[in-house]
């Protein structure tokens, strides 16, 4: 089951839709937080046509009317879609790819944390909370939006993922292990791409984007003497996500595309 939200023409504005990713179809799973926010605008500028899903309504309708506002004329809509149900992910891919005939990107954006001061307080509660946030959702996506993707003339998946997966630190354990499973699980699927491709190589991608950890405005205004070293706004990630579509499929796929310095 889903909830929809749809927001289309905006009347007096702009309709053209020519921007970098005009015509193409990108579903944004986690797009009710700040980094959701950010890039259904940065995909709506950019001329696509988007889908964002959210297990917050009220968030979602807020990044929906968002996007939808920063450029007149894009079809941007929002759907509450339970991604721990296998079913209920492979019905919004199928849903996507009957309304609007294709689907060319799924940018990953489900995030959570979970931690402790130590590594001998690590809590397994934390694991399990976690392995259904960071894991299983990417499990579900990527299965339900692969075969779309391959259809796709430029299909891209995008999971968003942390150094920590790389140089996990003591109180992280449960994190970090999530993350590590969740890019392993990704370059499985950029590896099937490879295989489809055959000797022309692959024309579908699947990528990772690596920070250290995200910051946006809010964060910023409440903790104004905070210098956030290394962190990626989420505008830039944004920005970054929307570049992945200007390279080619073998260029990205089965890479860390790294935001932040390397652990």
């Known amino acids: 089951m889903s909830d929809r939200v749809q927001n289309t023409a ?12 005009s015509g193409a179809v990108i579903a944004v799973a986690g797009a ?14 950019a001329g696509a046509v988007v889908v964002g899903a959210d297990n917050n309504p009220e968030r979602l309708a807020e990044a929906v009317d968002a996007a939808r506002y920063a450029r007149g004329g894009a079809t941007v809509t929002g759907e509450t879609v339970d991604l721990l149900d296998l079913d209920s992910t492979r019905a919004w891919a199928d849903r996507i790819e009957k309304e609007h005939g294709r689907i060319d990107g799924l940018v990953h954006l489900v995030g959570g944390w979970r931690g402790s001061a130590t590594f001998e307080e690590t809590s397994l509660a934390d694991w399990d909370l976690l392995e259904k946030l960071l894991i299983r959702t990417v499990q579900h996506t990527s299965l339900a939006f692969y075969d779309g993707l391959q259809r796709s003339d430029r299909g891209r998946y995008l999971l968003i993922s942390a150094a920590g997966a790389s140089k996990p630190t003591a109180g992280n354990a449960a ?3 999530s993350k590590a499973a ?12 490879r295989k489809a491709g055959g000797e022309a190589g692959p024309h579908a991608a699947a990528a990772i984007l690596v920070v250290k950890a995200l910051v946006h405005d809010a964060m910023r205004a409440e903790r104004p003497n905070a210098k956030f070293a290394g962190f990626t706004d989420v505008k830039d990630l944004a920005k970054a996500i929307e570049g992945v579509w200007s390279k080619p499929a073998a260029e990205v ?3 860390r595309l790294w935001l932040t310095e390397k652990p």
């Open 10 to 21: 905006s009347e007096g504005k702009n309709v053209a839709n020519n921007g970098s990713l």
């Open 32 to 45: 009710g937080g700040p980094a959701g926010h950010a890039t259904l605008v940065r995909l709506a500028e």
């Open 175 to 177: 994190y970090s292990a």
């Open 182 to 193: 969740a890019e392993a699980w990704t370059l499985a699927m950029a590896d099937g791409f």
């Open 253 to 255: 796929n089965g890479n």
